[in-house]
């Protein structure tokens, strides 16, 4: 998940992410600006981020095992009882079938939230925010069950089978709608002002957790393969029971169509805040109901008009989303980071997941440490306005990412692969910085859809990364050169850059 950091004080989307030192609001108590935080809503929050953690470390403590699990499964199918399962990191047959099953998993297991994100977004608006995080926690518990069960009796089903796991994401939407969820809750219980903060303090919990599992999953993973599997899977069951405990957050619906964006005459028409009447379609004439069938449809006819709109008015904004869309392509070379240390130096799985807790750590020094020193470094010795300075930020954190991945493509050693790794990690704040000037770029009202739209891209990007980059690390080992993922990541950072340079702020 990601975090936005906005200034505290008089807060909104529009403000840029990191705020100046000098700024008023950083300077006067929190008391004397900010509305009361109520206790209640304080514990809920705290119990979003225990769960969040929770959920987080039951996924990193899988994930690292199941790439041994799924990669010793291959290589007996492909190599028979002739192979040693300890020369399977040495084989290009085995090692390709693994990136072509990971890449498509990764998009499979996206497909169902782009398709759905929609619809459950309504009836989490309508029916309620809870219902819609308990079917999202039931479907990954579902999904992981299926999974699970083809590797366990892989001697009776094909290892290819996982793919049908991505199919139980239908019921709650995976991760994009499960993200979205847990951010409307949290935007439901948190005063404005301290929006930004939790979401950050969020963000660092999920980063702790996946810090703390990974190298116990390393650690487990030597004593017994299945042992951070099972309890990876158990640890979702208490994640399900904290999701059913937390109170439902979602506005009470008002009686009054004037609190919407429109409201109805008495000839059955929509009025608009200017006054403008438009047709009604949602049923009868008089005051009528909405159905869910309905509201999707003028949503999705609506946003494309705006998505549209933001194209065609703002050069800067379409250059900017699509630096989003390469750089999202260019980040998921991260995918393949462990297969890539266990072919290139002959590590064991439990020794590429300390890469993980590598890069957690550095992220988590990153957002909490020097991104805050970075920006108040820059506003105290520099000229530059906050939005220069974002841009100057994310032009850096680019090069970053840009520099790294280049690096870890061309490493010959693991102390290099290593340096490359810090590097491109100390890039990621490259999304939280570039949401900041998107937002500065548009009008208020066209903000959310802007948001969405980034949020769109990003998705489109990771499903066809999987794919991609799976093509291109099965092209690296047929021509000996298993670091070609990462030129090609290192590529689109590359043209990200470029445009990041080609882009002129506003002067006013």
Known sequence: ????????????EATPLLAEAGDDALTESPKLVSPVFPRKNLVTVASIMGMLALFEMASALQSIPLNQVVEDIICRNIAGTGLPLGDCGENTKV?????????????????????????YGYIADKHGRKTMLVLSVVGTMLTQLIYLTVCW?????????????????????????????????????????????????????????????????????????????FIGAGLLFPVLLMSLALPETRPPVTSDLAADSFSQDNNGHASTAGGASIPNSYGESGQ????????????????GTATVFLFEVNGHVTLLLITLLTS??????????????????????????YLVTLKSFVLLLLLLVLLPAAS????????????????????????GMLVGTAVIGL???????????????????????????LAALVEPSHL??????????????????????????????????????????????????????LVRLPTA
């Not at 998940?1 to 004080?9: I, K, T």
């Not at 530059?384 to 954190?397: G, H, I, V």
């Not at 490493?411 to 491109?424: A, K």
């Open 376 to 399: 108040y470094a820059i506003t105290r010795w520099t000229a530059r306005t906050a939005l220069q300075r974002d841009l100057w930020l994310t032009q850096m954190s680019c090069a």
């Open 411 to 437: 490493s010959r050693n693991p102390v290099t692969m290593i340096t490359g790794v810090v590097l491109y990690c100390l890039g990621n704040g490259y999304t939280l910085l570039l949401r900041s000037l």
């Open 328 to 353: 999202t392509l260019g980040r998921n070379a991260q995918e393949v980071l462990l297969q890539f240390a266990r072919k290139q130096y002959d590590w064991t799985w439990a020794q590429a997941g």
């Open 153 to 229: 009796r892989s001697d009776v089903l094909p290892i290819r089978m996982t793919w049908l796991s991505s199919a139980a994401m239908f019921l709650g939407g995976g991760p994009v709608v499960l993200n979205g969820i847990i951010f409307s809750i949290l935007a439901d219980l948190t005063p404005e002002v301290y929006r930004s903060n939790v979401f950050l303090y969020v963000g660092a919990s999920v980063l702790l957790g996946e810090l703390i599992s990974s190298s116990l999953a390393s650690t487990l993973m030597q004593t017994n393969l299945w042992l951070p599997i």
């Open 288 to 303: 009528q109901k909405k159905t869910a069938w309905s509201s999707v449809r003028n949503s999705l006819k609506a946003a």
């Open 95 to 119: 090692q390709a079938e693994l990136a072509f099953l990971r890449g498509w998993q990764l998009t499979l297991d996206l497909l169902p939230g782009l398709l759905t994100a929609v619809p």
């Open 1 to 12: 998940m990601e975090s936005m950091n906005a200034p505290s004080g008089r807060a909104s």
């Open 448 to 501: 959310s859809t802007l948001l969405n739209t980034a949020g769109i891209l990003e998705s489109l990007g990771i499903v066809v990364a999987g794919p991609l980059l799976a093509a291109a690390f099965r092209a690296g080992l047929n021509i000996h050169f298993v670091g070609l993922p990462f030129l090609v990541a290192t590529a689109l950072f590359a043209l990200a850059m470029v445009v990041l340079v």
